[in-house]
T-cell receptor
Framework: TQLLEQSPQFLSIQEGENLTVYCNSS?????LQWYRQEPGEGPVLLVT?????EVKKLKRLTFQFGDARKDSSLHITAAQPGDTGLYLC??????????FGKGNQVVVIP | GAVVSQHPSRVICKSGTSVKIECRSL??????MFWYRQFPKQSLMLMAT?????????EQGVEKDKFLINHASLTLSTLTVTSAHPEDSSFYIC????????????FGPGTRLTVL
């Protein structure tokens, strides 16, 4: 059972455009995390959202946690080629283990 | 920052042999380390949770006799894939956690295992 569903699985956009990807679940999470993973490397933590409705910004990246703490979104403003990567959301479940979604593969074309 | 290393980064082995992967926390002591497996275009799947000085806790469906985990110190955990088969070919990633609960996990760079 996939606890976290990410959509779209793949997204290709032109440099300078905006994009939003989503992470959804039927379960309530105490917190959700977003990671970025480059090919052949481990994931790197971008942000942790804890409070329902919380919005966090990291330069051109905006993360939002749903009011019911079941979903989250990542919005990238004026995307750059350096934003290309696999964006993974993850949530803690039973005994503090992390469950990951399949990821949103983002490609920004120069 | 907290740095986690893995060795080797890539390994190719013959079917039936065993392969050991090391995970080290370089600048902090990790009470808990985690081992994940990632197949192409799939998410990271937790294989086991390793606490220093105690037996690892394996996720459902992961064979503990095939994937041997040793966490002998607060900075080193090892995963040994025994009697490897081609279907064990995957990207293996470890993470290390300083404290407990939902403290941040710091991920290693991963090990690409190819079994011929």
């Amino acid at each position: 059972t996939q606890l976290l569903e990410q959509s779209p699985q793949f997204l290709s956009i032109q440099e300078g455009e905006n994009l939003t990807v989503y992470c959804n679940s039927s379960s309530v999470f105490s917190s959700l995390q977003w990671y970025r993973q480059e090919p052949g490397e481990g994931p790197v933590l971008l942000v942790t959202v804890v409070t329902g409705g919380e919005v966090k910004k990291l330069k051109r990246l905006t993360f939002q946690f749903g009011d019911a703490r079941k979903d989250s979104s990542l919005h990238i403003t004026a995307a750059q080629p350096g934003d290309t990567g696999l964006y993974l959301c993850a949530g803690f479940y039973g005994n503090n283990r992390l469950a990951f979604g399949k990821g949103n593969q983002v490609v920004v074309i120069p | 920052g907290a740095v986690v290393s893995q060795h080797p980064s890539r390994v190719i082995c013959k079917s039936g042999t065993s392969v050991k992967i090391e995970c080290r926390s370089l600048d902090f002591q990790a009470t808990t380390m985690f081992w994940y497996r990632q197949f192409p275009k799939q998410s990271l799947m937790l294989m086991a949770t390793s606490n220093e000085g105690s037996k690892a806790t394996y996720e459902q469906g992961v064979e503990k006799d095939k994937f041997l985990i040793n966490h002998a110190s607060l900075t080193l955990s090892t995963l040994t894939v025994t009697s490897a088969h081609p279907e064990d070919s995957s990207f293996y990633i470890c993470s290390a956690r300083k404290g407990r609960g939902t403290d941040t996990q710091y991920f290693g760079p991963g090990t690409r295992l190819t079994v011929l």
